[in-house]
């Protein structure tokens, strides 16, 4: 509880605190001299429609090159989920290209799961793979494609665990591997070395133990 004199100041403060509000307010409803904000937001808001645009144009426009690089009765190579990745397949078996997809189940999240139901949804024949077997099927693949997070300024790429494995068996065997990538991926930045919060997810404890567990407070992940 309050007595009557504080609530006398409380009130005071609060109206104090609105017209500084609204002085600040008035302020910013001009920038540059007499350039209006609500001038500019028509603008910005173009702006930012076209590269929404350009980010949906960009895969769809990615994927329709996939008849270039999926050939009949192929056996394709590809490593978890990528959106990119499933609408370049998606093309190629709309066109009735025949082919035969590979997935490595991608652990610890096993998105290749995910991948692989997605695909049999469109009648596309799929096998998924444990990450450990990428050296011993690599021998019967005739290519590989991969999705990335970003592709650097030095070529290198920020993937999916398991991508430098995938890399290395496919140079052994002379097996080519493309990298679905749309424009708005490409990152000017370098990676000169490793870099934890770069290159890592965080994701949540719970998908390794659930806080429901009887051993939660016993241990600490």
Known sequence: TINEDDNDDLKEKLQSKKQQVQTESNLITTIEGDVSV???KPELMDDLNWYSSEIELSVKNLAQQALAHIHAN???L???YSY?????FKYAASKKRQFHVFILENAPFFTGHKMAIYLSKLHITVNVVNDSAVFAIMARVNKIVIGTRSLLANGGLTAKSGTYNLALAAKHYNVPLLVCAPTYKFSPTYLPSFDPVMCNSFPSPENVLSYESIF???LDI
């Open 84 to 88: 990119t990745v499933e609408q370049f």
């Open 74 to 76: 192929e056996i394709i």
């Open 38 to 40: 609500q001038r500019l």
């Open 78 to 80: 590809t490593l978890g």
């Open 216 to 218: 939660q407070s016993s």
